[in-house]
T-cell receptor, first 115, second 114 residues
Framework: AQTVTQSQPEMSVQEAETVTLSCTYD???????LFWYKQPPSRQMILVIR??????QNATENRFSVNFQKAAKSFSLKISDSQLGDAAMYFC????????????FGKGTRLHILP | DTAVSQTPKYLVTQMGNDKSIKCEQN?????MYWYKQDSKKFLKIMFS???????INETVPNRFSPKSPDKAHLNLHINSLELGDSAVYFC?????????????FGQGTRLTVV
């Protein structure tokens, strides 16, 4: 069974600085999707970025980028120029492309932005 | 125009009661899910449906019964509520098999059992 591990329960970063959130996963599949979701205090789950496993190029979305290391099964999220609005829980997620097509989440990292 | 909407947003009820949470998506997706988020923020899948067919049932007590009248709706009925059922329940939808991989979430229903 697939698992997703986020080893940092909480992190803090100074406003305007860069922070990297870690995620590792375990799977025997060769094709899958990986995601980072953000959950602010409003509770809404917001997609930050996604990565297809068959693509070697790391995904980027404005200030958000990932470092996808398929062999190491690592998928870290880098947030550049951190803003107060980035404060939230961040969840790493894995989606299988098999018939039992579920999305599995890590336990989350709470990110604090220090003014 | 909300993509995935679930009602109610908050639900407070007594132990032993039966309650339902409704979910609707207008994205044309063929897969819908229920997730439970506990007090430690851990998101655990409960059920998934693809085109009204149950695909995943993750060791959830049979007091929880999902119902999908059509592929745009997935409701969750809970019988004989217990204190441990208190959590936030999220409905989500996605398109299967590569077309659009990410899940879109509703705003969550905070269930409090007293």
């Amino acid at each position: 069974a697939q698992t997703v591990t986020q080893s940092q329960p909480e992190m803090s970063v100074q406003e305007a600085e860069t922070v990297t959130l870690s995620c590792t996963y375990d799977t025997s599949e060769s094709d899958y999707y990986l995601f980072w979701y953000k959950q602010p205090p409003s509770r809404q789950m917001i997609l930050v970025i996604r990565q297809e496993a068959y693509k070697q190029q790391n995904a980027t979305e404005n200030r958000f980028s990932v470092n996808f290391q398929k062999a190491a099964k690592s998928f870290s999220l880098k947030i550049s120029d951190s803003q107060l609005g980035d404060a939230a829980m961040y969840f790493c997620a894995y989606r299988s492309l098999n018939r039992d097509d579920k999305i599995i989440f890590g336990k989350g990292t709470r990110l604090h932005i220090l003014p | 125009d909300t993509a995935v909407s679930q009602t109610p947003k908050y639900l407070v009820t007594q132990m032993g009661n039966d309650k339902s949470i409704k979910c609707e998506q207008n994205l044309g997706h063929d897969t819908m899910y229920w997730y439970k988020q506990d007090s430690k923020k851990f998101l655990k899948i409960m059920f998934s449906y693809n085109n009204k067919e149950l695909i995943i049932n993750e060791t959830v007590p049979n007091r929880f019964s999902p119902k999908s009248p059509d592929k745009a709706h997935l409701n969750l009925h809970i019988n004989s509520l217990e204190l441990g059922d208190s959590a936030v329940y999220f409905c989500a939808s996605s398109q299967s098999f590569r077309a659009s991989a990410e899940a879109f979430f509703g705003q969550g229903t905070r269930l409090t059992v007293v």
